[in-house]
């Protein structure tokens, strides 16, 4: 089987176990674990943040940044669809007792227009707003870089109205390596940041919200609150360092992979995104039936969009560490075999 579902898929690999099985460890709760003390300074210090948290998941740290950036009662912008809204079981509800308020924009992104438009003027009757979420490189539009300039220009939007801004990077680094421009540029334009390391960069477990000295004193609290105070739990935060100490760089083969199986896929007859990243869509009228299909010849994928009714949709294929160039071919003749099944021949 060659998995394309996601990049949570990878095993941890020798180098990382290595580095796992050395660690030292010691009580994080008690802010003693020296693996995890260094985890964060560096996580940081790649952000150009005064400090960061390490948590269990990309769930957990988002999460943890809508409650220490809002209020009860307090609205949230983000992009219809984004992570934080459409795949996090309701907890901005749930935890934080906010409401969201969903925003379109092309690709992931919202303009500055869209931010402004949405801003309620002080009354009453009105919900305070007080944080933006954006995701950068967005999961649901398959992998899309929130352009630097466009970024910088939403948070500003936002900010000029008090509110925070919040950015959802668990791919972070991928929009790194297709453009070329460092993860903290994007981050000066926020004020706080989830990174993964359990995504492209391969290892088993955990995220990290970064952000200033204060904010992530009061995430400490939030996060012993919602379950997340581990441990021992350096044995793990080691496998996250690897990965930031040594599969950032290499996440580039990835979106280079990731181009090569679309252009097979275009190739084979299947109408296919151009991807900026890791993630490639096809666009098919029955996508489950695609995914079924796609199982049987080897290949595992899953729903990029959801359709609605009677409406087609998106499969995404997702390119990863444990994805090498003769994946992505037998990946590639696999679904010209379905295409061809399709046809009759
Ligand atoms: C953009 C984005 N944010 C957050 C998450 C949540 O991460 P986790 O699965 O670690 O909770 C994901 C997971 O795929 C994601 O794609």
Request: aromatic share 2%.
């Given at each position: 089987m060659i998995d394309l579902r996601s990049d949570t898929v990878t095993r941890p690999t020798d180098g990382m176990r290595r580095a796992m099985l050395k660690a030292d460890v010691g009580d994080d709760v008690f802010g003693e674990d020296p693996t995890i003390n260094r985890l964060e300074e560096y996580v940081a210090d790649l952000l150009g943040k005064e400090a960061a948290i390490y948590c269990p998941s990309g769930t957990m740290t988002n999460q943890i940044g809508v409650f220490v950036n809002t209020h009860r009662g307090d609205e949230v912008l983000l992009h219809e669809g984004a992570h934080i809204f459409n795949y996090e079981g309701g907890a901005p509800a749930l935890l934080s007792g906010v409401q969201v308020r969903t925003l379109p924009g092309e690709g992931g992104a919202i303009s500055p227009d869209t931010v402004r438009e949405a801003i309620k003027p002080e009354n009453v009757h009105f919900p305070r707003q007080r944080l933006l979420c954006l995701e950068n490189t967005h999961n649901r539009a398959g992998g899309r870089v929130f352009p630097l300039e466009d970024f910088a220009a939403a948070s500003e939007a936002a900010r000029e109205y008090g509110l925070r801004v919040h950015l959802d990077g668990a791919r972070l680094f991928n929009a790194q390596a297709a453009t070329g421009i460092p993860a903290r540029e994007w981050c000066a334009h926020a004020d706080?940041?989830?990174?993964?390391?359990?995504?492209?960069?391969g290892a088993p477990v955990g995220s990290l919200l970064a952000g200033g000295e204060e904010t992530i004193r009061e995430a400490r609290r939030a996060r012993k609150a919602f379950g997340g105070g581990m441990r021992q739990a350096g044995?793990?935060?080691?496998?996250?360092?690897?990965?930031?100490?040594?599969?950032?760089?290499?996440?580039?083969?990835d979106h280079k992979r990731a181009r090569k199986l679309a252009d097979g896929l275009r190739d084979a007859g299947y109408s296919v995104s151009e991807p900026e990243t890791n993630i490639v869509l096809v666009e098919s009228?029955?996508?489950?039936?695609?995914?079924?299909?796609?199982?049987?010849?080897?290949?595992?994928?899953?729903?990029?969009?959801?359709?609605?009714?009677?409406?087609?949709?998106?499969?995404?294929?997702?390119?990863?560490?444990?994805?090498?160039?003769?994946?992505?071919?037998?990946?590639?003749?696999?679904?010209?075999?379905?295409?061809?099944q399709a046809l009759g021949g």
């Open positions: 706080t940041v989830s990174v993964c390391s359990s995504k492209g960069l044995i793990i935060a080691a496998g996250s360092l690897y990965a930031f100490e040594n599969h950032v760089e290499r996440l580039a083969e009228e029955d996508p489950a039936g695609l995914i079924e299909a796609l199982g049987r010849a080897g290949v595992l994928a899953t729903l990029g969009t959801t359709p609605a009714a009677g409406r087609s949709g998106t499969v995404r294929l997702c390119t990863h560490l444990d994805v090498d160039d003769s994946a992505v071919e037998t990946a590639v003749e696999a679904a010209s075999s379905v295409i061809a």
